[in-house]
T-cell receptor, first 113, second 112 residues
Framework: DTAVSQTPKYLVTQMGNDKSIKCEQNLGHDTMYWYKQDSKKFLKIMFSYNNKELIINETVPNRFSPKSPDKAHLNLHINSLELGDSAVYFC????????????FGNGTRLTVT | GQQVMQIPQYQHVQEGEDFTTYCNSSTTLSNIQWYKQRPGGHPVFLIQLVKSGEVKKQKRLTFQFGEAKKNSSLHITATQTTDVGTYFCAGPSQGGSEKLVFGKGTKLTVNP
């Protein structure tokens, strides 16, 4: 199936731990994103990569580090997790440019206890 | 910075009633996109509007882009329970950025 797939779907962990979320797309898109959706459903962009190059880096704590080994993959590593990091994290991809529709993954619900 | 405002935040309707959500941008947009997120799901792209005054229809959904390209609306005729979800509008950020700025969404619930 052509899609944006991210793993894991659920992640429950304790404060202070380090965790990673993986994302892969087979749509042939050049650009991949990480969005954070908080409890109020607000979707906020965190990072964007185009062909492995970082092009958007919003005001995100440096505990969050994205890595793109190739244009089909964008992973998110989070160090020293905090309670406020609890949210749903969505990976997305698109052709390059703000005019291109986004294709979202199914999301990773992160709960920090 | 650029803001995309969406109202109402919540809308509850009886099945069969119409529903409209409105989106306003603080700046002129090159295009506007609409997404739907079902409960527990992920945002799914519905449509993109590009031209000033453009109107597009998808079955019972009607999308409009304002003449000044700063506002947009989504109207659903005769809602059904399958329409339940949160509807987001989104527009590209100013200054040639790749970033898409999302409104806060309108959560629609439909009473059968």
């Amino acid at each position: 199936d052509t899609a944006v797939s991210q793993t894991p779907k659920y992640l429950v962990t304790q404060m202070g731990n380090d965790k990673s979320i993986k994302c892969e797309q087979n749509l042939g898109h050049d650009t991949m994103y990480w969005y954070k959706q908080d409890s109020k459903k607000f979707l906020k962009i965190m990072f964007s990569y185009n062909n492995k190059e970082l092009i958007i880096n919003e005001t995100v704590p440096n505990r969050f580090s994205p890595k793109s080994p190739d244009k089909a993959h964008l992973n998110l590593h989070i160090n020293s997790l905090e309670l406020g990091d609890s949210a749903v994290y969505f990976c997305a991809s698109s052709h390059r440019g703000g005019n291109s529709p986004l294709h979202f993954g199914n999301g990773t619900r992160l709960t920090v206890t | 910075g650029q803001q995309v405002m969406q109202i109402p935040q919540y809308q509850h309707v009886q099945e069969g009633e119409d529903f409209t959500t409105y989106c306003n941008s603080s700046t002129t947009l090159s295009n506007i996109q609409w997404y739907k997120q079902r409960p527990g799901g992920h945002p799914v792209f519905l449509i993109q509007l590009v031209k000033s005054g453009e109107v597009k229809k998808q079955k019972r959904l009607t999308f409009q882009f304002g003449e000044a390209k700063k506002n947009s609306s989504l109207h659903i005729t005769a809602t059904q329970t399958t329409d339940v979800g949160t509807y987001f509008c989104a527009g590209p950020s100013q200054g040639g950025s790749e970033k898409l700025v999302f409104g806060k969404g309108t959560k629609l619930t439909v009473n059968p």
